[in-house]
């Protein structure tokens, strides 16, 4: 029987990939709903190959070049916030990938779990900026949240969660991006091009910004908070510009439990939309005898201050990290409009969080409200910079 899926932010790095599982295994499963931002022409050529029931994009002007394009009438197609709400509700769906840039996945992930669908969820920023209310709900719907990060995944592969009270750390591995071999005045120069040129991985624009100055990182350190319950003195990273090994998790008796592969996305997706299962691929395998030697060194925090940021804000607790996700998304907007510096963005977080008294408690409506306060005031700060 094909496990039904929905994918949120089909054309977007993870998305596509994930697509690129789903053909490797067009026995096990069926597309019903897709949803995507505003590439309508990558959209639509998607639309007809999978030929999904329900379709959403961003908003009604892409709707209709959308349906300009679409030959089958068999498709459902809508636009808007709600329209991602509507896809979460579908009760055919068995899994629902969230795959959606910032914060925009949180609504969605919530209502997923309301409506009892797994969620494999791609997209950090829910968790950082709800991770309490959202864990909280999966538990006490008992529906699973699998994730789908290479990181996060790894330690998810790694975990005996018989024996959780046996962890003594994390270990997140971080490639440290395009600047990893350069000084913070040299740091302090480069252009959006530079920070958008990693060396490991293709990612979409935001992510990849983020992981040049190891903000990605910071984010992952606070969803391996919540996704695993354990608190951030024992949640470590570690730079290993190789990409092999994924993660690590090392228990009280001295074992390290590491997941290795290559650099590919498609290994943590397979494995979150298959779950428990895991079944032979076509993709490339790891062949130990012709990789480089695994370096490992200590990230430096004088060099990328937003992950000691962070760990800061997530020790803040409450809706600090919300305030760290929503004033990096505007800054990183900034820098790849060319508007402010590299160095600004972590900047531009210290400064909103420094304004922030943080909701030890919080609804999604708190959350909702502190997302916006943060953005407004990242803004101003910006301003007050220009003038």
Known sequence: MKKNISILGSTGSIGRQALQVIDAFPEKFKIIALAAGENVNLFAEQIEKY??????IANSNAEINLK??????????????????????????????????????LKPTIRALQNNITVALANKETLVTAGDLVMQLSQKTGTKIIPV????????????????????????????????????????????????????????????????????????????????NVPYEKI???IHPQSIV??????????????????????????????????????????????EPLIFAEPDNNK??????????????????????????????????????FYDIPMLIESALIKHHPFPEYSLEDVLLVDEWARRITLEKFSAMCT
């Open 68 to 105: 300009n394009m679409i030959q089958s009438k068999d498709t459902i197609i809508m636009s808007g916030g709600s329209s991602l709400l509507y896809i979460a509700d579908l009760q055919e769906t068995d899994l629902i990938l969230i795959s959606l840039s910032g914060i925009t996945g």
């Open 236 to 238: 470590n990273v570690l």
């Open 246 to 291: 994924h993660s690590m998790v090392e228990y009280q008796d001295g074992s390290v439990l590491a997941q290795c592969g290559l650099p590919d996305m498609r290994i943590p997706i397979q494995y979150a939309l298959t779950y428990p299962q895991r079944f032979s691929n076509p993709f490339p395998k790891i062949d130990f005898t012709k990789i």
């Open 149 to 228: 990060d290479s990181e996060h995944s790894a330690i998810f592969q790694c975990l005996d969660l018989k024996n959780t009270k046996a962890i003594n750390r994390l270990i997140l591995t971080a490639s440290g991006g395009p600047f990893l071999s350069m000084n913070k005045e040299s740091i302090a120069l480069v252009s959006s091009e530079d920070a958008l040129n990693h060396p490991k991985w293709k990612m979409g624009n935001k992510i990849t910004i983020d992981s040049a100055g190891m903000i990605n990182k910071g984010l992952e350190v606070i969803e391996a908070h919540w996704l695993f």
């Open 304 to 341: 990328f201050p937003g992950l000691s940021l962070a760990y800061e804000a997530g020790k803040a607790g409450g809706t600090a990290p919300t305030v760290y996700n929503a004033a990096n998304e505007i800054a990183v907007q900034l820098f790849l409009e060319k508007r402010i510096r």
């Open 51 to 56: 030929k999904p029931k329900y379709v959403a």
